[in-house]
């Protein structure tokens, strides 16, 4: 471009989002054939089976009777005390580490990834995320002047791939001392793959390890987005208790977000929950994320921070959100479950789903295989290596089919 008035850091930079793209697409295919013919699985949030979004009903209750000034006035930059007691303590449920453990309000989880990515590498690092990973993880890297590098997630079998997992943060520790690497589980995005236990503990094994030499440090960010939709509450936490055993080298920060369990996506609101053996790195963690929150947001807002302290200090109308969020659980289940038993009677290999709002076919030629399965008026989210399915949005009647036309598709490519 010719005529830039761009800073050099910030020349060419262009976020062409996919996954609006396809949605676009498909809003288009709704005018022209009706909604009825039109199968829109690119949309990452829930739908009901009449395809309208789901607010949760006793969420919507309780932000509507919030007095006007707690969604007005301001809030402290790190958050509102109670909002900070309430998502940790809704985070962890009975899977508390034994550590110390510091929050600090964030604009959603996309905040949490944003303040570890500028706060706990250097400029010109790389930052270790799977070959499956949410695309803004991304945008949010290198917008931060950072690089990011994958290792693969399944090895042969299926299975969270420990090895290259290995061998990629040995690489990378190699050449740089702070290490930030972000695991999405469970109900990872766009595979539905939970870790196992015994996976997180690989996992640790090799991250202590690698920390073992004095100067090395491992930031291990838990992006926990869809964690509500997992599955068991404390079986699909079982995993945070480990973070209590964790050496001196190693800060753990989950990544705590309203937009899907609380389905607030549009309220912007979550909490970064730091957890260290060491008073001092969890004092710094509450003092330099508040300092960067300052210095982007402000603070974040206070409505829905509010709403999350009323319905955590009601356990009565705690669980009534929580059965509720339950029926939408087992609703997306319902869908995976007819694809998946489809997609089996057809021969689809699709990435092992256990939970959550996708699940993934690989694809030599994603976009291709998008594109044709539109003659189907079928609208999925090409990836780099395959075909997202937002199962959250899709009714399960709509959903039934989908894998031999998926099939069909990957065929014709
Ligand atoms: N992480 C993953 C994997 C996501 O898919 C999303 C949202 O789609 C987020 C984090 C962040 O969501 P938010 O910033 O709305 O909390």
Known sequence: MTNSFAATHAKGKLATDTIFGAGSAANQAV????????VNATIGVILDDNEMLV?????????????????????????????????????FAENRP????????????????????????EIGD???????????????????????????????????????????????????????????????NPTGYNLTDSEWDQILDVVSAATRSKEKRIVLLVDIAYIDYAGDKNESRGFMKKFGNM?????VVLAFSMSKGYTM???????????????????????????????????????????LSTIYNDKAVLAQVEAERGTCYRMIQERAAVFMREAKAVNLFMLPYVAGFFLTIPAQKPNAVCDKLHEDNVY??????????????????????MAGKVVKALAAV
């Open 31 to 38: 005018t022209r054939f009706g909604k009825d013919k039109v």
């Open 55 to 91: 607010c949760l009903p006793t969420v919507e209750k309780v932000f509507r009777n919030l007095p006007i000034t707690e969604v007005t006035n301001y809030a402290p930059i790190a958050g509102l005390p109670d909002f900070l007691e309430a998502a940790a303590a809704l985070t």
């Open 98 to 121: 034994d550590a110390y453990i510091n929050a600090v309000a964030t604009a959603g989880g996309s905040g949490v990834i944003h303040h570890t990515i500028w706060n706990y590498s």
């Open 126 to 188: 790389t930052l270790l995320t799977s070959d499956w990973y949410w695309d803004p993880y991304k945008v949010l890297c290198e917008d931060a002047l950072r690089k990011i590098d994958t290792y693969s997630l399944f090895d042969e079998n299926g299975k969270f791939n420990i090895k290259s997992f290995e061998s990629k943060v040995n690489e990378l520790l190699a050449k740089q001392n702070n290490l930030v690497i972000i695991i999405n589980t469970p109900a990872h």
């Open 247 to 251: 050496p001196d080298d190693i800060l």
């Open 265 to 307: 996506y549009g309220q912007r609101t979550g909490a970064m929950i730091g957890i260290s053996k060491n008073k001092d790195v969890v004092k710094e963690f509450e003092d330099i994320n508040q300092f960067t929150s300052r210095a982007t947001w402000s603070n974040i807002n206070r409505g829905c921070m509010k709403l």
């Open 380 to 401: 999925a989210v090409p990836l780099d290596k395959g075909v997202r399915i937002a199962v959250c949005a899709v009714p399960a009647t709509k959903i039934s089919g």
